[in-house]
């Protein structure tokens, strides 16, 4: 019994060191080290499509026919591409903000580059444009010799005297709503006139005066021709530089040295046709 006893203890102690042993196998198989990390390659970056031909007009039909020979070539590393943004902003001149000029206003089609170097210049210098300076011309009118026509659009009165020809000057008209046409005559002549405004005329400019002299300063100037028993009249002016204008009530204006070379040339009586 007791010989029974020690064979099993026996047995079972080598079973024990058997497992043991096993055991010790197994732990000094595995390594001390920390584990391997796997990294995936890198690959390159895709390629970008460039369009190789400006005739194609590029994007998704130069992608699907670009290739052809001679093109260059169809693919490029990808890179950061800044496209130049267009200015937006109007290269046009905006008008000049000045007051548009008594006798030549805007003039059509744009300004010029001197327009605001003429806008500053004094009015009193500006120079008389040659057409408005007294002349002798043909005339093809119907009026007879002697016969003052005034040319209201044009700005010309003309001294007819026979043979085709008449003398013209350059003249100031009246202003828009103050033009008039018709047929008069001359019924006084003064030297170096007074000037009386009417009562219309102060009513628009109460700041006139009621009377004043002849004399330089007058804007009547040097000579007047009344015409008929209206207001108007033809005669001189202070202001040279309005001849060509629009500028008057109803008056026809001269340059002074003019008004003296025509009121000699005419006697009362005399016969004026306005246009």
């Known amino acids: 019994m007791f010989k029974k006893m020690s064979v099993a203890l026996l047995g079972s102690a080598c079973t024990f060191m058997a497992c043991a042993s096993d055991a010790s196998a197994f732990d000094n198989s595995v390594p001390n080290d920390p584990p391997a990390v796997l990294y995936a390659p890198q690959l ?10 400006s005739n194609m ?9 670009g290739d052809g020979p001679g093109r260059g070539p169809a693919y490029a590393p990808e890179r950061p591409v800044y496209q130049q943004q267009p200015a937006y902003y109007d290269q046009r001149r905006l008008p000049p903000m000045g007051e548009p000029q008594m006798q030549g206003g805007y003039q059509q089609g744009g300004y010029q580059q001197g327009a605001l170097q003429q806008d ?5 210098q500006r120079q008389l444009d040659p057409k408005f300076e007294k002349q ?8 007879s010799p002697g016969t003052i026509v005034v040319d209201t659009p044009n700005k010309f009165l003309y001294l007819v005297e026979g043979n085709g020809r008449a003398m013209r000057y350059g003249i100031g008209v009246g202003r828009p709503g103050f033009t008039w046409s018709g047929v ?3 019924t006084a002549k003064r030297e170096w006139p007074d000037w009386t405004p009417p009562a219309e005329m102060l009513a628009r ?10 004399g330089p300063e007058n804007p009547l100037g040097a000579r007047a021709m009344y015409l008929g028993s209206t207001l108007y009249r033809i ?3 202070n202001e040279p530089w309005t001849i060509g204008t629009n500028v008057s009530s109803g008056c026809i204006r001269m340059r002074n040295e003019d008004v003296i070379d025509l009121y000699g040339r005419v006697n009362v009586g005399t016969k004026v046709v306005v246009l």
Request: no cysteine.
């Open 184 to 186: 008069k005559s001359i």
């Open 235 to 237: 005669h001189g002016s």
């Open 44 to 53: 390159p970056p895709a390629p970008v499509r460039v369009a190789s031909n």
């Open 57 to 65: 007009g590029g994007g998704f039909i130069e992608f699907l026919f």
């Open 120 to 124: 500053a210049v004094d009015p009193r």
């Open 205 to 214: 400019r109460p700041d006139l005066p009621r009377h004043m002299e002849g």
């Open 136 to 143: 002798l011309v043909d005339y093809s009118g119907k009026e």
